[in-house]
């Protein structure tokens, strides 16, 4: 096969191939690549918790045993019908078990009954795990690249019609100025929205178009200034002053989850750099190719953070904060105890780290 573009992502995404056994997920839209390979492992596993058709295989897992991914994609499940694998990162160690794996899937030496997705940030044309999966006959790879202004306009607009909600300029600008380059943050934000004025089937006017007062409403970003202050200090591991910083923002009224998914931006943002340092890229020129670039105020703070936390540890860090978004979105836990025990959790793994 070889990497799909345009109109055959959205076509592989509706009907995916049943001849292909592995996906290479990568780009520079963290969001979408996550939504994406959620979007091909519930076409095959409704529930990714199901711990025997859902499985995620780390680096530590294949260490010393490039056959395991093979081993994995071969098993059948106890309950019967296909798996779902998955993976993160680009490291020789996932590139060893997916060149295994591959090799085996080509060569007809292995009857897979597993889908295997292997999730990844921005990698280049040279990328060997990318030549990997594009060469392959039994493998793909499917780019995700940042939204433009008129795709996500469109994505707006597609949301809010399938909720039977129209919505005009000024309010359409100003909800479209508080997006970044994060897909299913973006997409996060419209939902909350519908929340707001209310879904189809629950709300008084069946048509309802929304105006720059449901935009300021739903954002509620009065408790911009406090939740501001809690970031820098996840990554910059300061768990009194966080916990200081935390009771500030709650007291002033800001939403746990808004500041969670400003902790989660920052991270997708340190990973995305990482991940550009991680291929030759320096410092620098790794905070630069962000979208937008990261600006002078806060350089070097960014830069000191870039060489505490690696690539393996942004990741782990991003699983805790997106994992916390979910159970407060999904399982009614307190989300206030939820988000913060989770941030001062990475504080103290920040904090630890910068003592080394």
Not at 3 to 9: E, H, M, Q, R
Not at 21 to 41: C, K, M
Not at 80 to 107: F, H, M, P
Not at 114 to 125: F, N, P, Q, Y
Request: proline share 3%; glycine share 6%.
């Amino acid at each position: 096969m070889t990497a799909l573009k345009g109109k055959d992502i959205k076509g592989f995404l509706a009907q995916p191939d049943p001849r292909i056994n592995a996906v290479l997920i990568y780009g520079d839209d963290a969001g979408a690549v996550r939504e994406r390979s959620d979007h091909l492992a519930k076409r095959i596993v409704k529930d990714l918790k199901d711990p025997f058709n859902f499985i995620e295989l780390t680096e530590e897992d294949l260490r010393g045993d490039k056959a395991r991914l093979c081993d994995e994609a071969a098993a059948l499940s106890f309950m019967g019908g296909e798996r779902v694998i998955r993976i993160r990162g680009t490291s020789q160690i996932i590139l060893a078990a997916c060149d295994n794996l591959i090799k085996a899937l080509d060569a007809d030496s292995l009857t897979p009954n597993a889908l295997v997705l292997v999730e990844a940030g921005m990698l280049a044309k040279s990328s060997a795990l990318r030549k990997l999966f594009e060469k392959s006959k039994k493998a793909v790879a499917l780019p995700c690249y940042q939204d433009n202004q008129l795709d996500l306009r469109a994505m707006v607009l597609e949301m809010l019609g399938k909720e039977g909600l129209t919505i005009n300029e000024a309010a359409l600008s100003s909800l479209l100025s508080g997006f970044g380059n994060d897909r299913a943050l973006n997409r996060g934000e419209v939902e909350k929205l519908i929340l707001y004025v209310g879904p189809k089937g629950c709300r008084e006017q069946a048509d309802y178009e929304i105006v720059l007062r449901d935009i300021e409403a739903s954002l509620a970003r009065s408790g911009a200034d406090a939740m501001g202050k809690i970031m820098p200090l996840i990554a910059g591991g300061d768990p009194k002053a966080l916990a200081e910083a935390l009771a500030s923002a709650k007291e002033s009224g800001a939403s746990a989850l808004a500041w969670l998914r400003m902790s989660i931006r920052l991270f997708l943002r340190l990973s995305q750099a990482r991940s550009y340092m991680d291929q030759g890229a320096g410092v620098r020129d790794a905070m630069n190719k962000l979208r937008p670039p990261v600006f002078y105020p806060e350089s070097l703070q960014f830069e000191k953070w870039l060489r505490v936390w690696t690539k393996s540890a942004l990741d782990q860090a991003l699983a805790m904060l997106m994992e916390a978004e979910l159970a407060a979105k999904t399982t009614g836990a307190p989300v206030h105890e939820l988000a913060e025990r989770t941030a001062l959790r990475l504080s103290v793994m920040s904090a630890r780290r910068m003592a080394r």
